[in-house]
């Protein structure tokens, strides 16, 4: 799977648009990016997948450039609950039995009042 | 659904004690993972199961780890012996017919 860089930690005030930026360089054109977020002491959350279209759910918008070695995630409206870390993540997204999810470091997001 | 459970929640143990976690999928999804995390590694993949069948074991750190799935909905990890480095929160999480993996609460293992 391609080699995701984030920054380490980004600030955003609240009730503004959060936007995370995702640089995947070597990405193979079969290869998906993901967005999960891991809330203080719980568990990885999915937020969007894309291949080369943007994508918007309930959660975020999802902007992935043309030649896709880069993506956005956008959080419109950012809450404090936001407050995260963001992984971005590449990999082969449909398929045989090949799931495996590799975590990076992500960027922190930190939502202040 | 109540989501993936893991129990317990909280385990305290001294080295060299055997330690199991459990995990129960979603009802329904066909495959599972079980990952680690540290502050210093981040998070792990460790194993993961499609249709209860192990597919890929390669970061299962060494012969004191072992997972088994006997059945679609409960899998163990287990740790025999444990070792102070092993501390750390210990996610399940299960997949179904989409592409999003959903993760349990965790287990917070600490071996003293």
């Known amino acids: 799977d391609a080699k995701t860089t984030q920054p380490p930690s980004m600030d955003c005030a609240e009730g503004r648009a959060a936007n995370l930026p995702c640089n995947h360089s070597t990405i193979s054109g079969n290869e998906y990016v993901y967005w999960y977020r891991q809330i203080h002491s719980q568990g990885p959350q999915y937020i969007i997948h894309?291949?080369?279209n943007n994508e918007t759910n309930e959660m975020a918008s999802l902007i992935i450039t043309e030649d896709r070695k880069s993506s956005t995630l956008i959080l419109p409206h950012a809450t404090l609950r936001d407050t995260a870390v963001y992984y971005c993540i590449v990999r082969v997204g449909s398929g045989g039995s090949n799931y495996k999810l590799t975590f990076g470091k992500g960027t922190l997001l930190t939502v202040n009042p | 659904d109540a989501g993936v459970i893991q129990s317990p929640r909280h385990e305290v143990t001294e080295m060299g004690q055997e330690v199991t976690l459990r995990c129960k999928p979603i009802?329904?999804?066909?495959?599972l993972f079980w990952y680690r995390q540290t502050m210093m590694r981040g998070l792990e993949l460790l194993i993961y199961f499609n249709n209860n069948v192990p597919i890929d074991d390669s970061g299962m750190p060494e012969d004191r780890f072992s997972a088994k799935m006997p059945n679609a909905s409960f899998s163990t990890l287990k740790i025999q012996p444990s070792e102070p480095r092993d501390s750390a929160v210990y996610f399940c999480a299960s997949l179904g017919v989409g592409y999003e993996q959903f993760f349990g609460p965790g287990t917070r293992l600490t071996v003293l």
């Open positions: 009802s329904g999804h066909n495959s």
């Open positions: 894309g291949l080369k």
